[in-house]
């Protein structure tokens, strides 16, 4: 699906270019009244006076769609299925939206899903972003590891729910040295 993409999009040369870009509008372009408010008309910073920022490129983006079928007993509309747009939480993907998406059919909807820039599925190319765990100076598996030989040093041995969010934690606030990690 095309869409506009706003901030500084990733290169193989510029992998942090959504981070570290800046976003762009077109100068002069104030919204009322502070359109006759004789502000600079050269000026491309976004903001509340000018809250437009423009297009960087148009990108595809994968879409997850799914469409009742004959088996959830509906019947498509002259109209067409309505749709359900997913959103998916922080730290998750577009694929989350197949757990509900037999019931929407069964109600007889439509689901579509996307990812926000940034989040859930990675590219194709990988090498295009620093921020996905293949291309981190570490693995988690020794990330795991460390946290794990820590816990028993401190006769921390609970198991259970929530173990993995007292590592994370514990990992937060204890400086970790390269070599621990290896």
Do not use: C
């Not at 509008?25 to 502070?34: D, K, L, M, S």
């Not at 000026?43 to 009742?68: E, I, M, R, W």
């Not at 204890?174 to 621990?180: D, E, I, R």
């Amino acid at each position: 699906m095309p869409v506009r993409y706003f901030l500084t999009a990733p290169t193989a040369q510029n992998p942090t270019g959504p981070l570290t870009g800046v976003l762009a509008r077109r100068p002069g372009a104030y919204v009322p009244p502070f359109n006759a408010a004789g502000l600079d008309a050269t000026s491309t910073n976004v903001t509340f006076a000018n809250p437009f920022p423009v297009a960087t490129v148009d990108a595809g983006d994968p879409v997850l769609a799914t469409v009742p079928n004959a088996a959830s007993g509906r019947t498509k509309p002259a109209a067409g299925w309505p749709v359900v747009i997913f959103q998916h939480g922080i730290t998750r993907n577009r694929s989350d939206a197949l757990a509900i998406s037999g019931t929407m059919a069964a109600q007889g909807f439509a689901v579509i899903a996307i990812d926000q820039p940034l989040h859930g599925i990675r590219a194709i190319d990988p090498g295009i972003s620093g921020f996905y765990i293949e291309n981190t100076p570490f693995g988690a598996d020794r990330l795991g590891a460390y946290v794990r030989s820590r816990r028993e040093q401190q006769h921390d041995r609970s198991p259970g729910s929530g173990r993995h969010r007292r590592q994370l934690g514990y990992v937060l606030h204890q400086p970790v040295q390269p070599a621990q990690l290896a």
